[in-house]
């Protein structure tokens, strides 16, 4: 189904999960102006927050996270994070309307089940909330059944489980050990409370890792009922994340059975009823994900492939980043100075982006390109990046219609994010590594 050209793979690519993308932010944007973009934030406008906390450190994780084996750290963090939700609140204009949350890690039921609601009941009294759709990002070996009540409270329908591979071998060999029962029980919790979207990240190229339990893992994702599915190709970078030191890198997929892996994953999933959402998530048909693939609302955003529409999204906590038509901009990533900038009433600013109107002209090409297969460019940039096609173009992998309709074709997901990349003049003046492009 899909043609292999590792020299076409070779180079690694953003995810593209924001244009310009987080290696090009930098140190200029001042508290002002990031206050000055929420000042501004009108209409609909999308929530993150970040708990940057797990109970148990996985190897493989590249999040920003830290164990919550300490009270007072995640208290005091807590009130940081209360104090932040009170300064950007009184920031929004008054015709902002709050219409998603999503919660985030780390892991957010590393905080108790009574801190979360606390947490929930300040954005409540804080922030003009519409009947928002709430989302929560959950590790399934620290769910337990004080949550139930607790989603159905805050009103959750949406909830992503880290699953990664149902293999305990490979649980073993990632620092992942969680028996098929416990992601069954934390399903039935789920449902029970109220959860219709149920997401599953699951991962391929991990150590030892074989063809067959790749199969085995997605066919029992399928079993238990997970409406979407994210299928992630482990990323090695030992050398930026010192936890993955613990991994065995001999036992790593080569680059040609990563690809196999992502080509077999696609189609058992596609096989088994799912509607293929861009290059790495799946959603069975009724799934809001796969109606937007289908009509053609399909975004992206920090969470990955959305169907949220909101142009605004804010982040809050540590290293949250927030989205604004003009502006990119971090929060300061390190938790305790987070916490002493929030005991300050300081804005929490630390790294950023202006989006020029080339940025955004370019960044809507990548995410039309990302999100539909297709995109129509401009004359000046379908010339600017010509070169970098043609190694694209020459194989098939994409073509040109109409004069400037650049379309990939049906065979090319793999290659997305690398065509995606010819528009990307960062790319060529960054020496920034990426993840592999599969």
Known sequence: MWPYHPNLLATPVPRYTSYPTAAEFGPDITQQRHRDAIGTATGDISLYVHIPFCEKICWYCGCNTAAANRAQRLASYLDALHKEIELVGEMLPANARVKRI????????????????????????????????????????????????????????????????????????????????????????????????????????LPGQTMDDLHETLELAAQDGADRIALFGYAHVPHMLPRQRKIDASALPDGETRFAMARDGHAQLVDAGYTAVGFDHFALPGDPLAQAMESGRLRRNFQGFTDDQAEVLIGLGASSISSFPDLLVQNEKNAGRYRMLMSQSQMPTANGKVRSIEDRRRGAVIEELLCRGRARVARDLLEDASERLRPYLEPGLARIESGNMLVITRNALPYARSIAAAFDPYRQQSATRFSSAI
């Not at 009941?121 to 620290?142: A, G, I, M, N």
């Open 102 to 205: 999503a919660f985030g890690g780390g892991s957010p039921n590393a905080i108790s089940p009574v801190d979360f609601v606390r947490l929930f009941d300040k954005l409540v009294l804080h922030f003009p909330l519409d009947d928002p759709l709430v989302s929560v990002e959950l590790d399934p070996r620290t769910l337990d059944n004080g949550w139930e009540a607790v989603f159905g409270a805050v009103g959750a329908s949406h909830a992503s489980l880290g699953v990664q591979t149902f293999s305990p071998k490979l649980q073993a060999a990632i620092g992942r050990e969680q028996p098929r029962a416990m992601i069954e029980n934390a399903v039935d919790l789920l449902r029970k409370a109220g959860i219709t979207s149920l997401n599953f990240d699951l991962m391929y190229g």
